[in-house]
């Protein structure tokens, strides 16, 4: 076709990486919070998904249920993946226009 550089397409999907990345290492260091039991459970992770703490409040240890507390933890940790989840598809769709590109998440 003329007229159509496929460089600039090129150099314009480099830049876009290259901003993804950038976006990604940033996102590594944030923090979002998941709770449960009414904050009996609170979890740290980052917005690349990585758990960075638990903290079990002395409450919930003192209900001296094993399975609630298994359980509790468990809904804590989903919720601050998915929390992250949505904070990284929410920062890296600004950077690609909202476009779904495989294999970014």
Same mark, same amino acid.
């Given at each position: 076709?003329?007229?159509?550089?496929?460089?600039?397409?090129? =150099?314009q999907?480099? $830049?876009? /990486? !290259? $901003? *993804?990345?950038? =976006?990604?290492?940033?996102?590594?260091?944030?923090? #979002? !919070?998941g $709770? %449960?039991?009414? @904050?009996?459970?609170?979890?740290?992770?980052?917005? /690349?998904?990585? *758990?960075? %703490?638990?903290?079990? %409040?002395?409450?919930?240890?003192?209900?001296?249920?094993? &399975?609630?507390?298994?359980?509790?933890? #468990?809904?804590?940790?989903?919720?601050?993946? @998915? /929390?992250? =989840?949505?904070?990284?598809?929410?920062?890296? &769709? $600004?950077?690609?226009? &909202?476009?779904?590109?495989?294999?970014?998440?």
């Open positions: 076709m003329p007229g159509l550089d496929l460089n600039y397409f090129v =150099r999907a480099s $830049k876009m /990486t !290259e $901003k *993804i990345e950038q =976006r990604k290492t940033e996102l590594a260091e944030e923090t #979002v !919070e $709770k %449960s039991g009414d @904050n009996l459970i609170v979890v740290l992770a980052s917005g /690349t998904q990585e *758990i960075k %703490s638990i903290k079990i %409040s002395p409450e919930a240890m003192a209900l001296n249920d094993t &399975g609630m507390l298994e359980d509790l933890l #468990v809904a804590a940790v989903n919720n601050a993946l @998915n /929390t992250s =989840r949505t904070l990284m598809q929410t920062e890296l &769709g $600004k950077l690609t226009g &909202g476009m779904k590109i495989p294999g970014l998440l």
